[in-house]
């Protein structure tokens, strides 16, 4: 048993006094990463009242609860804006499950490896781009585990979205109506390889120009089965990603205009390219990064993973009017958050004013995302949820360690209410099947413009 | 003296403490539901029910771009490609993206990412926007982007007129978050803000429409203050008193709390469209009270008792107040048969209020006259003082109206009404359905929101569409009805058949033509890949090929968000009917040709500022007529209950149905249509009309000594007593009503402002010459009747020291009154019931 040495306000008078002061290390009690580089522990960095959320709500929700319209006002601040509405407003529910104390759990095996061996490598260059010391790409893991700055915690998100050198998405998705109706379903495959900022510490083929081949390939309805995009970052984070259509129908690619970021890939879908991993484009077209708050949120971070309990990772459904607009999610009291806002500097015409993302200092990942409009509105919600891939006995192996990946999506178009929600299923229409092993020539498989060619004729 | 109507007024002035209580229960009742009163224009509302169109419309809203807001800017010195008139544009649209409520995704202009051109490369297509991320400067850049726009079909079509002198911004609002006024503002504010020597800019669309609307509605609560005020200040001028201003002042109050707060508690929004009624019934409120008052003041010359002159006045003024209440809030309900849920709404609103005239009116009126201070000029009021220069005056013009009426002028003026008869019928039957206005007929032709429409109409294709849906029968089948090849070969053969007939539209626009441009692209760019192979596997192709990267909302105008729904949109010159009417014949005809019901949808006709104005334009011609034969009907049985007589009907209905064909032909020698606005003011006036009929035949029923008939003498008599009376109620409504057209920037108010002074001056012109004319030509027996509910007279000398029961004061003691009370009861001091 821990004695509280601390009254009931420690806390938020110390994430105030770190905001005031600018940078500032993570944890409350103690610093964070030295906690993490020991014992992948956090319980020594934070008071009972941030490891617990029964004792941060004074014992009005503790885990097992159901966070619904009831009770979300009880936990209103630790939620983002547009999740408290869905709750408040929409027969949206939250489960409630203990915080995750092991950090292990919260990383990709690899990834954590990487980061803890680089860490204070990463740098950032007079270019903005982010460095080694020695000059080189960045190396693997998170180049900025205690980051002093927005965009240095915007990196860590930014650099490997997947946290994988190669992932493959089986995703089904499915597009909800402000009636509550299906009004598009769609299957498809998103696949992911970095070049540079590779856990493995190498760059791919020797491209240290290019940050990360990236392809989605549509396998169902047929009416959209075969159309396919392929996306290539360049290191440099100023630079607009190529991007390419291909319409099996035509056998034709098309190219998109390099800074049209703010559509949806195809129609009925709420979240633009731009939304993607909240850091849908380059680091560097956007900017006035900064750190505007460290506080404790709600995050899906642990136990959304069903494999336990559907052979094919899908999820039960609730809320909306038709009962069918919300995934079954779990969240749990993360410690600290910082909350980074960026505005798109380099999209003269972007619709979007300015984006807040909640950032869980544990893993540098983020929990929650909402975009504003110019008007200084809310307007959509990316809400993703993570998971290592255990679900009692079940398990997910990824290369001997359990798996750590995003379980789901909620995106949210607050504005005009349509809701796109997505998972990561075991395998999708077309028999593609989720994985993170690079060892198959994936390039040639699926990232190169000959391969979305070939995966739309199929 | 012992009739039920007296028993009440009996029960009811000896219970004051009670009926005071009961209205003021009553008035805190309805008070507190004023908090949920709401003026709000539903322009859905004011579109009928259950027509073919509105409910097409009603299925399929998002066609015809209800949301949007069209900005065109327009150089006055030049075409387009310059930098000014871009950096215009840019601005624009930047900021219209700020405004509230829009739809981030659907602004279209040459300045967003949206407005592309295609080139063909040697491995597919290069779709890049027609302006790059900053505006073009340069003459070098500036060619450029002409030389996009030229490769963009689209853009050259819808976005840049023919002349390349203008250009648009459409944005879309979300409906859920959009505040018209907000919008209107802001939006407006932009306009404004862009206008200089060398460019106009004009905002239209639906939602700037609205805005006018409410803006103008904001200045209509100004013209209702200031009207409301000429009222009293009218009021104060005739009375000269605390009491017989107070009095119609409270009475009219307690009604109009009485009224709001009835549509408040059963929360149904006012239309603002139509307030210039409830301040015609506060008009009538004030008359009935004058009246009363008038009527009160003269028995309490007599009887110097206050209740018991309130208590006689209530007796004597009941039956024929109720029964001109009950014509006038007839007119009024009856509006409700027109299936039109703003008239529905205001019919109730309004019906209410006006019948609730009757309790306070009749009821509270009384009760505040016996309570309130007698005032000093008495006698001035009921007629016994020296009579004024105008009294006078419109004495001596209605004796000699009543010259007209009887004797041997009576013949040509018979002939001459019938030559007025046969002159209006035949002029009335020239008169046109609806009142055609290039943008809306809410507003002034040269309103600035009527202007823009017609500069945009006159730039490009414009707003006057007409829709053809094609309905999906199973809304969420998984093949996407609007996707099928037999869908877009219906919309083909649909804009084929249209475009070859008479009288095409200026343009025609579907899904269709998207694809084709698609198709054309995506195969190559020539021209010759433009046509679809009849086979759902191309449309579906070029389908997806065309949605590629973009939201299904940059084709919400031509197929809904799920692509189930499509519609065909016709674009058309103008709005006139003959436009209308062809537009729609050869419509149909091309519905014909396709066929209406198909495998996987259903074609329907239609929506669109055509097809809606046609609706509406229906709903009069069915209903116009209608109205007017219910209410006769009403008013038939009501006189008969009234006179016992169905000549007396016939009396009161001759002059009414004249007034109205008068008012028709007035119209029609004006160029104005029968619209929704002249439905309500002929019931409106035939309600209010009747009144003047009924008060004046009694009158003439009242003046009748069947001992010694005189029809001249009677008529003379009526006339310039109770003609005064009717003349002053028509004053007291014209000058409620009157401003309005001054005043109004809104033509509905305006029109409908001008049309029922109109009615009120002729219906009361033909019932002061033909019902006086009528009785002299048939000489009816009714009028000898002394058993008639609104022709009982009182004898007062009953109440007086003579009869044993009370004393008239001196200082109001009528010099006639020893030579009245000499006659007898039947005669003597008996109180002249009709009242106006």
């Known amino acids: 048993m821990r004695i509280k040495k601390y009254d009931f306000n420690y806390s938020r008078r110390v994430f105030l006094e770190k905001g005031l002061m600018g940078a500032a290390a993570a944890g409350v009690l103690a610093p964070l990463w030295p906690e993490i580089g020991r014992a992948a522990d956090i319980t020594k960095a934070y008071p009972d009242e941030l490891l617990s959320i029964e004792a941060y709500t004074k014992g009005k929700v ?86 002093e700055d927005g965009l240095q915690a915007m990196a860590n998100v930014t650099l490997s979205w997947g946290r994988h050198n190669f992932s493959m998405y089986a995703i089904k998705d499915w597009e909800i109506s402000p009636g509550g109706d299906i009004s598009y379903a769609y299957d498809f495959v998103w696949a992911e390889l970095n070049t540079t900022a590779r856990a493995d510490g190498t760059i791919w083929n020797g491209k240290k120009d290019l940050l990360r081949y990236q392809s989605v390939w549509f396998t169902a309805p047929n009416d959209t089965k ?130 807040r993302v909640w950032i869980d200092v544990r893993n540098g990942m983020f929990v929650a995302y909402v975009t504003y409009d110019r008007r200084g509105e809310i307007w959509k919600s990316f809400e993703p949820g993570f998971s290592q891939y255990v679900d009692g006995d079940a398990v997910f192996l990824d290369n001997g360690h359990p798996a750590w990946s995003w379980n789901y999506v909620l995106c949210h178009d607050f504005q005009a209410n349509r809701m796109t929600r997505f998972i990561q299923a075991r395998e999708c229409t077309g028999g593609y099947k989720s994985g993170y092993d690079d060892s198959d020539d994936v390039y040639n498989k699926y990232l190169t413009v000959q391969a979305i060619n070939r995966l739309g004729a199929t | 003296m012992h009739s039920i109507r007296f028993r009440i007024a009996h029960w009811l002035i000896a219970h004051r403490v009670v009926t005071g209580l009961v209205f003021i229960g009553l008035t805190v009742f309805f008070a507190a539901g004023l908090r949920h009163v709401e003026l709000r224009t539903i322009f859905s509302d004011l579109l009928p029910r259950e027509h073919p169109f509105v409910e097409t419309y009603k299925a399929h809203p998002n066609f015809g771009n209800p949301l949007t807001i069209t900005v065109m800017v327009k150089n006055n010195k030049g075409d387009i490609y310059n930098a000014t008139t871009l950096d ?110 060398g460019h106009d800019v004009y905002m239209a669309g639906q939602p700037a429409l609205t805005g006018w609307v409410y803006e103008y509605e904001a200045q209509m609560l100004t013209i209702f203050a200031v009207t409301l005020l000429a009222l009293i200040v009218a009021l104060v001028i005739y009375m000269q008193n605390v009491a017989g201003v107070l009095t119609p002042l409270i009475a009219s109050i307690v009604c109009g709390i009485w009224g709001f707060g009835f549509v408040g508690w059963l929360n149904s929004p006012i239309e603002p469209l139509l307030m210039i009624v409830p301040l015609l019934l506060v008009a009538r409120s004030f008359s009935h009270c004058v009246q009363f008052s008038e009527r009160y003041y003269e028995i309490y010359a007599h009887l110097g008792d206050r209740r018991k002159s309130a208590e006689i006045t209530t007796g004597v003024m009941m039956a024929p107040s109720i029964l001109g209440i009950i014509t006038d809030a007839a007119g009024i309900m009856l509006i409700a048969m027109a299936p039109i849920p ?35 000029n008495i006698d001035r009021i009921i007629g016994h ?69 017609a500069e945009i109409n006159r730039h490009f294709p414009g707003v006057n569409t007409l829709e053809i ?33 008479d009288a095409p539209p200026r343009a025609t626009l579907s899904f269709a033509d998207y694809l084709m441009e698609g198709n054309r692209l995506f195969s190559g760019g020539h021209p010759k890949w433009r046509p679809l192979d009849r086979d759902d596997f191309s449309v579906n192709a070029a389908a997806s090929a065309i949605m590629l990267g973009s939201s299904a909302k940059a084709f919400s105008h031509v197929t809904d968000f799920e ?85 007396a009907s016939v009396v009161l209905l001759v002059p009414v149905n004249l007034s109205n064909l008068i008012l028709a032909a007035s119209m029609s020698a004006m160029g104005i249509g029968l619209d929704i606005n002249s439905v309500m003011v002929a019931a409106i006036g035939v309600g209010v009309g009747i009144d003047y009929g009924i008060y004046l035949l009694s009158r003439i029923c009242e003046e009748f000594d069947p001992n010694a008939p005189d029809f ?21 409504m014209l000058i409620g009503i009157a401003p309005w057209y001054f005043l109004s920037e809104l033509k509905f108010l305006a029109d409908m402002g001008l049309l029922l002074v109109l009615t009120m001056l002729i219906n009361m012109v033909i019932a002061l010459i033909v019902v006086p004319l009528l009785v002299w030509l048939i000489k009816p027996g009714f009028i000898a009747r002394t058993d008639l509910i609104v022709g009982e007279g009182v004898d007062l000398s009953l109440f007086t020291e003579h009869g044993g029961v009370t004393h008239a004061t001196p200082e109001h003691a009528h010099p006639d009154d020893a030579d009245r009370s000499a006659v007898g009861p039947e005669d003597a001091g008996t109180v002249a019931t009709p009242t106006t």
Not at chain 1, 95 to 111: A, G
Not at chain 1, 136 to 147: H, L, S
Not at chain 2, 472 to 485: H, I, L, M, V, Y
Request: charged share 20%; glycine share 8%; proline share 6%.
């Open chain 1, 62 to 147: 503790k885990p097992g609860d159901v966070i619904t319209a009831d009770n979300v006002d009880i936990v209103k601040d630790l939620l983002d804006p547009i999740a408290y509405q869905q709750v408040k407003t929409m027969g949206r529910r939250i489960n409630i499950v203990e915080t995750t104390r092991d950090v292990t759990k919260l990383f990709p095996y690899e990834y954590l490896e990487a980061t803890l061996r680089n860490q204070g490598q990463g740098t950032i260059g007079a270019d903005g781009n982010v460095w080694t010391k020695g000059g080189e790409p960045w190396i693997g893991g998170n180049p900025f585990p205690e980051p």
């Open chain 1, 226 to 355: 075969g159309s396919s995009f392929l996306n290539t970052w360049e290191y440099d984070q100023r630079k607009f990603p190529a991007l390419l259509g291909y319409l099996p129908a035509f056998r034709r690619t098309r190219e998109f205009p390099t800074n049209q970021r703010f559509e949806p890939l195809v129609p009925g879908i709420t979240f633009f390219l731009s939304d993607a991993w909240s850091s849908g484009d380059p680091l560097l077209t956007w900017g006035n990064y900064k750190i505007v708050e460290r506080k404790p949120m709600l995050g899906a971070v642990s136990n959304n993973w069903t494999g336990g309990r559907n052979e094919n990772w899908e999820r039960e459904l609730h809320g909306g009017p038709k009962g069918q607009t919300f995934h079954e999610t779990y969240m749990e009291l993360c410690p600290e958050c910082l909350v980074v806002e960026a505005e798109p500097t380099s999209y003269p015409r972007a619709p979007v004013g300015k984006k």
């Open chain 2, 88 to 197: 215009k544009v840019w601005r624009l649209t930047r900021d219209i993206d700020l405004a509230p409520g829009v739809d981030h995704d659907q602004i279209l202009s040459i300045a967003t990412e949206k407005a592309r051109y295609a080139e063909a490369t040697p491995s597919g297509v290069d779709m890049r926007p027609l302006m790059e991320d900053s505006v073009p400067k340069t003459p070098e850049q500036i060619a450029e982007f002409r030389r996009r726009v030229e490769m963009s079909a689209n853009a050259r079509s819808f976005l840049i007129s023919g002349d390349e002198t203008a250009t648009l911004i459409n944005a879309t609002f979300i409906e859920a978050r959009l505040d018209y006024g907000e919008v209107f503002d802001y939006v407006q504010g932009l306009v404004e803000r862009e206008r200089n020597a």
């Open chain 2, 342 to 376: 703003a008239m529905e709404r205001f019919a109730l609103f309004c019906g209410f209020w006006a019948m609730m005239l009757i309790p306070t009116g009749v009821v509270l009126t009384p009760l505040l006259l016996s309570v309130l201070p007698n005032p000093r």
């Open chain 2, 385 to 453: 003082g020296a009579e004024s220069g105008v009294h006078t005056r419109i004495k001596a013009l209605l004796s000699r109206l009543s010259w007209l009426t009887h004797g041997r002028p009576a013949r040509y003026t018979t002939a001459v009404l019938a030559v007025v008869f046969v002159a209006s019928l035949a002029t009335a039957l020239q008169i046109k359905i609806g009142n055609p206005v290039e943008g809306s007929n809410l507003l002034w032709e040269d309103s600035e929101f009527n202007t823009a429409v």
């Open chain 2, 469 to 501: 849906i094609l309905e999906a029968k199973d809304p969420e089948s998984p093949q996407r009805t609007a996707r099928q090849a037999e869908t877009i070969a219906t919309m083909q053969a649909l804009q084929h058949a249209i475009e070859q007939g």
């Open chain 2, 563 to 647: 692509q189930q729904n499509a519609t065909v949109s016709l674009w058309y010159k103008d709005n006139r009917q003959e436009t209308v009417d062809t537009a729609l014949a050869n419509a149909r005809a091309a519905v014909d040709a396709v066929g209406i019901d198909h495998d996987m949808f259903t074609v329907r006709l239609g929506t669109g500022t055509i097809a809606l104005q046609q609706a509406m334009n229906d709903v009069v011609d069915a209903y116009h007529w209608r109205i007017l034969a219910f209410l006769n009907l009403v008013i038939l049985v009501v006189s008969w209950v009234a006179y016992r007589s169905l000549v």
């Open chain 2, 712 to 732: 001249g003498h009677t008529i003379e008599t009526a006339l310039t007593t109770t003609g005064k009376a009717i003349m002053f109620t028509a004053t007291i």
